[in-house]
């Protein structure tokens, strides 16, 4: 279990978070939903080791830990797939990179098998440049589970893609969170994606950034956005944030002086 | 794309074709002498026909090019990447770096000459100190652009610094990296010939030199037209491996 006690970030004068507090049960998928901007990244930057937080506790597993870095796997918006290696070599890279490296054969059989789940099995050859942004981020996938990590941590991994690939990934991410038993926390500012996706959701505020509501919809997995208990969330989650006035989107960029809410639920940024 | 290729080389000929057919006609029309400045039909002439006699020149020429090259591979590489791993020692370089390349080398060439003698070594050291800068600092520079995010990634993933080396940076710094030496082979000539020219017993410098002095100018230009042949063909092997090597671009 992950556990976030008070941590804290700043940059000069600006303070991203105080008192930040997070906890992430074993085999769970939450998703943390905030305006873009917020210090969703910032939080994740602390989590890895990437920066250091100002102070704070991080608990895996009961241990205290400076970071998770050895723990957690961490897949980004980006899929930061080396255009010199085919996908099967981008997605061998953690398990022939690091002190513990992995048996080779072993490691090509899980690719191979994690590439056949993916619906990649013919394109283990190609590089990069010649398949499909979808088809990258399923490869930025596998590789992320090549960490063989308990724990993973994704960055809006799907908020540069269309919509149906996004959907197509969505599936694949409860199919590997129920196959494997991953712990998932996940960051988005799609409050859709959110609560497709996640067994708990939590609704962050920013400048500081903080949970300033938390949901856990009953419905069971695969959800359909349009069900009254997902609807209801979204109003509430959308209202929540309305009497914050600390929209920035859900779905855009994070300014409150120049968005705001209208009547049917939509959000207007900048006046578009 | 191809129509669009074809379309440069033939302006670019073209250019080259009216400058040779301008030069050609004037010479003949303004009736100039030969020793002042052969037609380039006599200059072509000159080059075939005394292909036996400028050959050995060119290869001694080549040889000094070439391990001009390797030696500046074989120290510009590890400096870079020294410099890459410890921006201490890339502050500490630099100024010398970059002094290397404010001193004129035709001020250098005597002396060098007196050090490595009137063989090969002085024109390969020439050679080197002109290779040397525009490698070293575009390997530098290449190493120097990796993505904040990849390294990241890397970083993640508990790399070594070779593992981060091999697997990430040389790749990502090779584009830059053959700039560098594409520049570097075109220049190299520059140096080679200069050592030649204020000392050898052999090359392409020391051919100009004796034919200047006994008028043959048209053997000049002969010399100048395989020296420039031997840079195109370096540029164009180094392109050529480049594009071998960059399989992904």
Sequence with gaps: MLEVIGAAK???????????????????????????GCGKSTLFDGLTGVAALDRGQITWKGKELAHLRNHAAYMQQKDLLLPWFTLMENSL??????????????????????????????????????????????????????????????DEPLSALDAITRRELH???????????????????????????????????????????EFTPKSPQPRAFDTPELIDIRVRALDRLRSLNSIGPIGATCNPKNSKIT???GVIINGI | MGSDRFKTNTIAMGIALCFIVIWEMGVKLMDVPVF???PPSDIALTALVKAPVI??????????????????????????I??????????????????????????????LVVWFGYGMGSKVFIAWIIIFFPIAVTLLSGLKSCDREFRVLFSLMGAS????????????????????????????????????????????????????????????FAAILWLTAMGLGLWILVGYIEKKVIRWK
């Excluded at chain 1, 940059?11 to 997070?22: D, E, H, K, V, W």
């Excluded at chain 1, 994606?193 to 903080?210: F, Y």
């Design chain 1, 263 to 265: 009547d049917d639920g």
């Design chain 2, 82 to 111: 020294f410099m890459f791993a410890n921006p201490g020692l890339e502050r500490g370089v630099t100024p010398f770096l970059v002094a290397s390349q404010a001193v004129p080398v035709f001020a250098l060439a005597p002396l």
């Design chain 1, 10 to 36: 700043s940059f000069g004068s600006r303070t991203i978070f105080s008192n930040f507090t997070l906890k992430v049960e074993p085999g769970e998928f939450k998703v943390l939903v905030g305006p873009s």
């Design chain 1, 171 to 213: 599936s694949l991410l409860l199919m590997l969170q129920s196959e494997f038993n991953q712990t998932i926390l996940m960051i988005t500012h799609d409050i859709e994606e959110a609560l497709i996706l996640g067994d708990r959701i939590c609704l962050l505020s920013s400048c500081p950034m903080g949970v300033i509501e």
């Design chain 1, 93 to 154: 890279l953690p398990a022939i990179t690091g002190r513990k490296k992995q048996d080779k054969t072993l490691a090509r059989q899980r690719a191979a098998s994690l590439f056949h789940s993916m619906g990649l099995k013919d394109f283990e050859a190609h590089y990069p440049a010649q398949v499909s942004g979808g088809m990258r981020q399923r490869c930025a996938l596998v590789r992320t589970l090549m960490f063989e990590r308990e724990l993973i941590l994704l």
């Design chain 2, 36 to 38: 002042i400045l052969p």
């Design chain 2, 55 to 80: 050959w050995p020149h060119a290869l001694t020429t080549l040889a000094e090019i070439v391990m001009g090259i390797c030696l500046a591979l074989a120290t510009a590489v590890p400096l870079a």
């Design chain 2, 161 to 220: 610094f070779f593992q981060k080396l091999r697997l990430l940076y040389w790749p990502w710094a090779l584009p830059e990296f053959f700039s560098g030496l594409r520049v570097g082979v075109t220049v190299a000539t520059i140096g080679a010939i200069i050592g030649e020219w204020v000392g050898s017993q052999k090359g392409l410098g020391y051919l100009m030199i004796q034919s200047n002095a006994r008028l043959q100018t048209e053997l000049v």
